[in-house]
């Protein structure tokens, strides 16, 4: 019932800035917290960072200073600002969500499809 889908991902160089944007859609009553997540191949998926719906974050320590999410509650959105990339950061990032459906009896956790994120060097 609940849809996420990431934009925003793409080559680029070392040192420069991508912003994801993931929007959410469907029957959905309420979202909690969000997050975003990234799996380079062969590596286990790993939390980059998070935001509750009171604006609360936390972050990956690889990426503070560098990278920050933030949310509009109003368009049931959530974004990751990524400045100073480095080629370690180069993989598939993930939404994450947790929300009610309206025809949902209580939470869950979704999953986008990811956007892939290459920094070359």
């Known amino acids: 019932q609940v849809q996420l889908v990431e934009s925003g991902g793409g080559l680029v160089q070392a040192g420069g800035s991508l912003r994801l944007s993931c929007a959410a859609s469907g029957s959905i009553f309420s979202i909690n917290d969000m997050a975003w997540y990234r799996q380079a191949p062969g590596k286990q998926r790993e939390l980059v960072a998070g935001?509750?719906?009171?604006?609360?974050?936390n972050y990956a320590d690889s990426v503070k200073g560098r990278f920050t999410i933030s949310r509009d509650n109003a368009k049931n959105m959530v974004y990751l600002q990524m400045n100073s990339l480095k080629p370690e950061d180069t993989a598939v990032y993930y939404c994450?969500?947790?929300?009610?459906?309206?025809?949902?009896?209580?939470?869950?956790?979704?999953w986008g499809q990811g956007t892939q994120v290459t920094v070359s060097s």
């Open positions: 935001i509750t719906r009171g604006g609360s974050t």
């Open positions: 994450n969500a947790d929300a009610i459906a309206i025809s949902k009896s209580g939470i869950y956790n979704y």
